[in-house]
């Protein structure tokens, strides 16, 4: 993709002592009704997604895994397919 961008974010949630990462692009995007899938074993997102990335559909499942092992969460929001995606995790300081 020419034109793409991509912007890496930290900060932190002092109420909830937390760090937060975030990687955000303007690529593809994600279709609301994926975005409730996209960290369960296997799921590969929509069509279109399936067909410009290769994968087995197991590595958000696994970073979740790993995230919540260190007692943190992690979440994905996208204003619609065309419109980009933020990736998000977050760990007790």
Known sequence: MTGGRIHLGLGRDTSLNQ??????????????EILPRLFIMYERGSKKAKLTAGGSGIGL???KQI?????GRIWAESPGEGHGS????????
């Open 61 to 63: 499942y696994l970073t």
């Open 19 to 32: 760090v937060i990462f975030s990687v955000q692009d303007n690529g593809i995007g994600i279709a609301a």
């Open 86 to 93: 933020t990736f998000s995790f977050s760990v007790p300081v």
């Open 67 to 71: 995230v919540e092992m260190h007692g």
